[in-house]
């Protein structure tokens, strides 16, 4: 966990107004005893996780793809080679949909910009760290032009169906 506490307290700001301006449908579903906290997000979402990432095309036109995505500092961060046609969207239409769902278990969705990422970020070295010791070589070393993104969501829920006995099964404390 990268997490600071000023971090998991805006984020959990933030799915708290989420989760209180979705529908009706959407908070039958995920409702108290399925929502997912900041601190239990941070503590599930460790690792890679398989995020299904949608852009929009120059014409409108949803696309969606799979990225390895990392939640570092309360949000996911994500690359992709700037040849990558995401890229080319990325660059142009910067609004993004995010998911990333586990089985039945859990599953975050949401909505924002990507924020492209540069060594004059405050948090580049840690990030470009953690994926360097998790891949066991520098991204950077993949291809001529690889990117790294910041998801920063405007709209974002966490959701697990049995929350206590996926908490549990995963080792993790409920907050």
Known sequence: ???????LAALQTLLDASHGTATKHLRDIINDE??????????????MKVLSLATVTARGEPRISAVDGHFLHATWTFSTSGAAAKAKHLEHRPAVSVAHIDNEEIAVFGHGQAERMSEADTDWAQTLEHWTAHYGSSPLTWGDDIRFYRFRPHWIVGYAWKRSEVLAKRGITPA
């Open 1 to 7: 966990m990268y997490e600071t506490d000023d971090e």
């Open 34 to 47: 399925r929502t997912l906290s900041a601190t239990d997000l941070a503590a599930l979402l460790t690792g």
